[in-house]
């Protein structure tokens, strides 16, 4: 079946600028995590999702940084203003719950110039 | 705060086993996780933890020692493709923030 699927692959913006990234998560998954990735480390939380509403969004490191997920299922990661420190992998990963198995998508690799 | 810290680097040769620790700090717990990454590619889960002792899957084994705030890795019979990042993770307690260890960059060498 169809994995996680994020887009776009990669998206190169200005400083300042607003961008949208997009989250196709696996069909039935109700929990949903968007993560920030930095050459050379670890995974970092940003927001979980559990259906509909955002259970938890304290890794969202300023007001800049937005997610919804309307109808429990895509996703949408939405930054404010880019700065060049925004740059990074963003990956999102879905799991039936919680605690389970995520399964991750390819990454979005944002690039603020 | 939770923290979850591993090597940073580890070299072996194929055909040979390695262990890749993690300790962590938490006020609670709730089990740990295990992903692999390739360079340029996701995370994908290898094991989970939920209780302690040894959980085997092929060549990869994962344990847990709660009482000492511990887990590890176990690879065996290294092959040229286990050359990747390993993370420990788990979920902060009281909360659905999920944390990912400070990563293991494994080297298997011919």
């Known amino acids: 079946g169809a994995g996680v699927s994020q887009t776009p692959s990669n998206k190169v913006t200005e400083k300042g600028k607003y961008v949208e990234l997009r989250c196709d998560p696996i069909?039935?998954?109700?929990?949903l995590y968007w993560y920030r990735q930095s050459l050379g480390q670890g995974p970092e939380f940003l927001i979980y999702?559990?259906?509909?509403?955002?259970?938890?969004d304290s890794g969202l490191p300023n007001d800049r940084f937005f997610a919804v997920r309307p109808e429990g299922s895509v996703s949408t990661l939405k930054i404010q203003r880019t700065e060049r420190g925004d740059s990074a992998v963003y990956l999102c990963?879905?799991?039936?719950?919680?605690?389970?198995?995520?399964?991750f998508g390819p990454g979005t690799r944002l690039t603020v110039l | 705060g939770q923290s979850l810290e591993q090597p940073s680097e580890v070299t072996a040769v194929e055909g040979a086993i390695v262990q890749i620790n993690c300790t962590y700090q938490t006020s609670g717990f709730y089990g740990l996780s295990w992903y692999q990454q390739h360079d340029g590619g996701a995370p994908t889960f290898l094991s989970y933890n939920g209780l302690d002792g040894l959980e085997e899957t092929g060549r990869f084994s994962s344990f847990l020692s709660r009482s000492d705030s511990y887990g590890y890795l176990l690879l065996q019979e290294l092959q040229m493709k286990d050359s990747a990042s390993y993370f420990c993770?788990?979920?902060?307690?009281?909360?659905?923030?999920?944390?990912f260890g400070t990563g293991t960059r494994l080297k298997v060498l011919a």
């Open positions: 990963a879905s799991s039936l719950n919680q605690l389970g198995e995520q399964f």
């Open positions: 999702f559990q259906g509909t509403g955002a259970a938890d």
């Open positions: 069909s039935g998954h109700t929990a």
């Open positions: 993770a788990a979920p902060s307690s009281g909360t659905y923030k999920y944390i």
